[in-house]
């Protein structure tokens, strides 16, 4: 895939660049190897100063860098100047929490017959990020953010879609004080990925993006016994109990569904809802569904863009029309529109089995699926039925409806009464083929930390 801007909304080609040469790859890799020596020395409040310069700086750049991100993958605007506020969030957050998070934790001495014991969480070094096109600054910042704060040095190999927002975050990292090559983009193709992790001075990985990518990191990075965190796919379902204020699931329901044009690694996707309230939950969704709006990503009025790329478009419609040859029935959407760009409508389908490919893979598009259940056994045992684990949700007002199911559901995430979504005060990833590992919160900042035992006689 050519690295290269290419506007979804129209299917131009903006600008082009050229992939970094291996000469220029290995110049990279030394500068981050001799920046960790001495970054890694630095005290948290340097780092805590200059994370929360990029912050600043951030919001300063907020609306060029809102229709950078609607240029290169075509979500609304609205929706890229909340990605901007939340890195800015995300990076203060780090800046705060960092230095308690990362203390020394103290153990029973007298128990292991030691004057003084403690874990001391220390960095790494040089870790890969290997990021997707779809939160093309949310994704990166919230592998940076605590590897940063933690002493560790960045690359990022970011989606070849996305290169000016790639260069975008090493530029911020540059302009907010940091060190001279603590964190740098890589214009490099995916072909390079497994070079760059088997060089020696790259010493962990963390890789958001497809099943099949994940699996080959994993494998890189095992045969080089280095440690990875990988956050891919998702087909989280989104269970409806008769208890529910059914109008307000509806309403996230769709918002669940389509947020960010459907291209969400934690979108809803199958929504599985019980016998009693199928009928007017149906009605809810369809009417919330036909009331989007697929247009210009830059017009306020628009609630849905195109979809990022035009082979994204070509799988979503794939999915659909197997399910719908295959019997599914459609309640809305379900045929893209003609004209340029890379547009999907939204589209709810029910009657979904398993011999669609859609009941088994991920639909990474604004495509919904209604089925039918008649317990929380039941609906449990559909949302179990998937080879994905990241999100989940149950809307009920039953709270041993709610126990049972953040109990039983097979998931890195439960919500309940709510969207699924990522704040830094929380763990973020899932279990299964949706990868291993956690982002954000203490357990983020700790995956490229060596805990260190000190044993003091």
């Known amino acids: 895939m050519a690295i290269a801007t290419v506007d979804p909304t129209t299917g131009q080609t903006l600008k082009t660049f050229e992939a970094l040469t291996d000469a220029e790859l290995e110049d990279r890799l030394a500068r981050a190897a001799a920046a960790f020596a001495s970054y890694r020395k630095t005290s948290y409040e340097e780092r805590a100063a200059w994370t929360?310069?990029?912050a600043d700086l951030l919001e300063d750049d907020a609306e060029q860098?809102?229709?950078?991100?609607?240029?290169?993958?075509?979500?609304?605007?609205?929706?890229?100047?909340?990605?901007?506020?939340?890195?800015?969030t995300g990076l203060r957050y780090y800046a705060e929490h960092a230095p308690a998070m990362l203390a020394d934790v103290p153990a029973d001495a007298p128990d292991v017959k030691a004057s003084r014991a403690f874990t001391r969480y220390q960095p790494l070094g040089v870790v890969l990020a290997v990021m997707p096109w779809n939160y093309p600054l949310w994704q990166a910042m919230r592998f940076a953010a605590p590897a940063l704060m933690a002493g560790n040095v960045g690359l990022l190999k970011h989606a070849s879609n996305v290169p000016q927002s790639a260069l975008y975050m090493e530029e911020l990292f540059r302009r907010a004080g940091f060190p001279a090559d603590v964190f740098q983009t890589l214009l490099i193709g995916s072909n390079k990925v497994e070079k760059v992790l088997r060089d020696r001075r790259v010493v962990a990985a963390t890789l958001t993006g497809s099943t099949p990518a994940g699996k080959a990191v994993a494998a890189t990075a095992g045969d080089e016994l280095k440690p990875t965190v990988l956050e891919l796919g998702g087909s989280d379902p989104f269970v409806v109990m008769p208890s529910a204020d059914l109008a307000k699931a509806a309403e996230v329901a769709t918002t669940a569904r389509c947020q960010n044009n459907g291209q969400s690694c934690i979108a809803a996707k199958r929504f599985i809802v019980h016998a009693d309230v199928y009928e007017e939950f149906s009605l809810l969704f369809s009417a919330a569904f036909e009331e989007q709006v697929l247009g210009d990503p830059r017009d306020a009025a628009t609630t849905i863009g195109p979809l990022a790329t035009e082979q994204g478009r070509e799988d979503v419609e794939e999915l659909v029309q197997d399910a719908i040859a295959k019997g599914a029935h459609v309640l809305v959407g379900g045929k893209r529109p003609d004209g340029p760009g890379w547009f999907y409508p939204p589209t709810l389908?029910?009657?979904?089995?398993?011999?669609?490919?859609?009941?088994?893979?991920?639909?990474?598009g604004p495509v919904a699926q209604l089925h039918k259940v008649s317990s929380l056994d039941e609906a449990l045992q559909l949302a179990n039925d998937s080879e994905f684990g990241l999100?989940?949700?149950?809307?009920?007002n039953d709270a041993a409806e709610a126990e049972q199911f953040v109990n039983e559901v097979e998931a890195g995430m439960a919500f309940v009464n709510g969207m699924t979504t990522s704040y830094p005060e929380l763990p973020f990833?899932?279990?299964?083929?949706?990868?291993?590992?956690?982002?954000?919160?203490?357990?983020?900042?700790?995956?490229?930390?060596?805990?260190k035992t000190v044993w003091v006689g």
């Open 65 to 88: 860098l809102a229709e950078l991100l609607t240029t290169e993958m075509g979500k609304t605007l609205k929706a890229a100047r909340a990605e901007v506020a939340k890195c800015a």
């Open 429 to 451: 990833g899932g279990i299964k083929t949706s990868g291993y590992g956690r982002e954000l919160a203490d357990l983020g900042i700790r995956e490229f930390c060596n805990a």
């Open 391 to 396: 999100g989940s949700n149950i809307w009920t």
């Open 349 to 364: 389908l029910e009657g979904i089995t398993q011999d669609m490919r859609m009941y088994a893979e991920e639909v990474f």
């Open 52 to 54: 929360r310069r990029a």
